[in-house]
């Protein structure tokens, strides 16, 4: 038996050492802002690298932490995206980054609305509902025209310079680091998130909501609470794309998108963070090199992607991952019980 | 006598079958109360109405004299009901000490905190590695759950139930399904039970019903048969007929 | 609005017979298979071919798209969705989506991309009055034809052996392989069964729902509405359930135009809710 007091250390190193950073995250990070300056003509694509892995950080934060799947993410998408641009075109709110705010709380405030309809019910009813709820913003947006632009889009946006200081000009300078710096802060905000009791709590959720409950966690309200920060994450990623393109379009409630989003989860795996980030730099890519080869038929092979990291199975995929993996995983015991017993003066090990 | 538990006139049909069959039942505070009854008697279904799982037809639930009918599962956790499976329900991703530790950090009111860092708490660590200590899971405490011996994750089921710090807790036949040699750890932990938690344990093991209870309650055919001391209930024939599925004599 | 009514039938019969397929491999295997609309999606492709291409008469080219489609059913059965049975249901969704992906390509590379129709006999086009009502003569068909179709597939279901396993199988496939039923041969028929059907349905459905590439993104939701409000244990649940998806949706479009299929839905959105199993679907035993 472990004394107490050597146990008790050993523990808590054990749980804190997770949520340090790996030297690998850290290079992550510090190779996408050194982009900003070491690839400047490659800013078009990397800035939709940043805002696609945004939204695909949203979608694992209720499917890889809370198990919800949900085919209508784009709904809470597409809300973001119309609102900062209407925001821009009739000059409601000038500064972006103020309208990307709002943009956030009104998909969060939709993500709450609808939180309840993905509570109950099966997988499937799940993704019908999820579904449901986006194709009915697309039909609303279509109907609407008149403030929408329906299916031409809205035009005439035009995007003034963030904080007043940096304009967005054509070749994604400003874009790239701005939503770069975007998706870094929710990252940090995202990864406190999940190493915390409450992250915790989720993934109880999602293994078995019964005994959730039997402890005392209310399921409902934990669920409710990750849907609603998730479809502000998702919000705000529309945002970013209407921002950087001063363009919104009927496309981005669609189900391509939703699907889309799917894949790049899934590509980089779900449940540690940076699964929709390296999903979105291999999609991204994957895609920019298929569509030149195949403009027009492009969904083809990206179907055949599906098809067969389905039949590979999703966990021989992602075992390439593994060393963005090892982030979440655990140290060893043993090893910390010899260094805390040898450092305390006591040579016993358990 | 103070009432930690009773219920009154508890009554649950599913769609033709009377599952519970007006059970009315008072548990002392601190007692060792045992529900007996033979297969399909309907003691899991009197559990899952006590603890929220299911809604009773009609009747009425009192803790510690509070009316708890229309409250939640999870409420009725934090008003200090709780309950173990019959059959594991756990977090099989997670370790004995992530389990234990959430149940403990729930308890203490920090589950919706979502800025700290798990493990940043030494006082609520100490509680769980205690609690670990006590139900002997510390030599497999940063192991998954899906990969523990059964009678480990039977004991763990205890565990994660005694870290809530239940007033009343509902034991759904602890040593089911763990090996003959094994069933004495499982007695052992449901014997250093703190005096002060009210038990009601439902268990098939004679041997651990007879030498853990106070009090026996028989429950067949959804309604309480009989009810009285571990002798009482051991000398009573009709007890012995319904187990044994004799004719019950004329009563 | 009686017109409205007999077009709803018609709309709702056909979405019946398309998405019945989906209800049994719902039910049967807990498989969500997304890409049901494909195989309808290839017996009007396949009818198109038929009738405007080669001149096959369109009353013999029904047959054959129900053929062709329950082959193509059968095929991808067998050496395809075997391995993603037991998969999770994340799963099952990923891989049916990249299998309509690939169809709406492949549809678009081969078939092009505009909208095509099926040329169909001069005797069942136009309309005629009855009882003061316009009778279409190709919805009339439809009616007809589905009606048997529902008829014939309650009657194999109730009266046949191979109904009898059907039905054990998705009761509880475990008691029935235990009771020496092949429930994967069970399911390789019914799964063919259920895309020829689909199939058929596709070809019969070309000229009222417009066939074009995007045709099983485009009706995926609607056979997911019957599906889901329908619920999988009965024949009966579908059926009514498409019927009231199909007049819902003819007179929502007419009385309410600007709101289209935001009408459909919306209720599909709250029976959910209130039903999260359906409407018309027993208690799940499982």
Redesign the interface.
Known sequence: MLPPPIAIRVATEWLSARARWQPLEVVFWLAAFAAIWLFPNRHLILTEIAWLGLFALSLDLILGYAGIISLGHAAFFGLGAYTAALLAKYEIVNEPVLALLVAGVAAMALGFVTSFLVLRGSDLTRLMVTLGVALVLRELANRYGWLTGGADGLQGVSIKPVLGLFHFDMFGHTSYAYCLIVLFILFLIARRLVNSPFGLSLMSVKGNPLRSSAIGISVDARLVAIYTLAAGYAGIAGALLAQTTSFASLEVFSFDRSADLLLVLIIGGTGYLYGGLIGAIIFKFMQDYLSQLTPQYWPFWIGLVLVVIVLLGRDRISSWTAPFRRVAAHLDWRALVRRFSASSGEGRSS | MTVALETINLVKRFSGIVASNNVSLQIEKGARHALIGPNGAGKTTLINLLTGVQKPTSGRILLDGEDIGDKTTHERVRLGIVRTFQINQLFNDLTPLETVGLAVSERRGQGLDWWRIVGSRPDLIAEVVEILERFRLTDVIDKRTGVLPYGKQRLLEIAVAIACRPRVLLLDEPAAGVPEDERHEILAAVETLPKDVTVLLIEHDMDIVFSFADRISVLVNGALFVEGSPEEVARDARVKAVYLGEELPDA | MLTILFDGIAYGMLLFVLASGLSVT?GLMNF?NLAHGSFAMAGAYITVFLVNRLGVPFFVSLPMAFLASAAIGFLFERT?YT??YR?P???Q???T??????????A??IMGSSQVFVQIPKYLQGQFEAFGIGIGRYRLLIIVLCGLLTIALQFILAKTRFGSRLRAAVDDSRVARGLGINVNWVFSLTFAFGCGLAGLGGALGAEILGLDPTFP?KY??YF??VV?VGGTSSITGPFLASLLLGIGDVAGKYYVP?????VI??I??VV??WR?QGLFARAASR
Do not use: C, N, R, W
Request: charged share 5%; hydrophobic share 65%.
């Open positions: 719902l969500i395809l391995h993603v998969k249901h994340l799963d969704v990923l891989f989506i990249g299998l309509v992906f690939m169809s709406v390509a492949a678009d590379y993104l995926m939701i997911l509405i889901t600007t709101l289209g299929s935001f839905y919306t599909m959105i959910l809710i999260p």
